[in-house]
């Protein structure tokens, strides 16, 4: 019996961009992060002030992607960096953008104590909507393992 395979290609490109609403499951914890992390105010973040260099991320798109990150065990700064090109749902949070891990670390580092404050919110309405299994932490983040790596 001939074998009947399907043709894998690689040298064709996409002919159109890839739509990453498409490629994200509904129930993907990325959706609930992004949501969650919409009620939180994003006016009391520290960036850049100089104002200048490269654009600066939205504050809310650097919460949501350390604590979907956080979530999924993803802890340093050149991980999550990595995680901004091979991770769907990471692609999807950032909108295909690509923070480096300076700045992923250097946003971190001057927003620890409101990252640490949020993170427990979004973990606290997680429960409210009875969204996590039992005990704490499940995801294993801890603020003080939040260190740039």
Not at 58 to 65: E, I, K, N, R
Not at 71 to 77: D, P
Not at 117 to 138: D, I, W
Request: charged share 25%; hydrophobic share 40%.
């Amino acid at each position: 019996m001939a074998e009947r395979f399907v043709e894998v290609d690689r040298e064709t490109p996409m002919l159109l961009p890839a739509d990453l609403r498409e490629w994200v499951p509904e129930e993907d914890l990325v959706h609930f992060v992004i949501e969650a992390v919409k009620t939180l105010p994003s006016r009391e973040f520290v960036v850049n002030e100089r104002g200048s260099g490269y654009a600066q991320y939205p504050p809310s798109m650097m919460l949501a992607l350390l604590i979907y990150c956080y979530a999924n065990g993803i802890f340093s700064s050149r991980r999550i960096e990595r995680a901004t090109y091979r991770d769907l749902g990471v692609r999807y949070l950032t909108a295909d953008t690509h923070p480096d891990h300076d700045t992923i670390c250097k946003f971190r580092q001057q927003n620890a104590k409101l990252i640490t404050k949020f993170f427990v919110r979004v973990l606290e309405l997680a429960g409210e909507l009875k969204l996590l299994r039992g005990g704490h932490n499940q995801c294993g983040w801890h603020p003080a393992q939040s260190q740039c790596q």
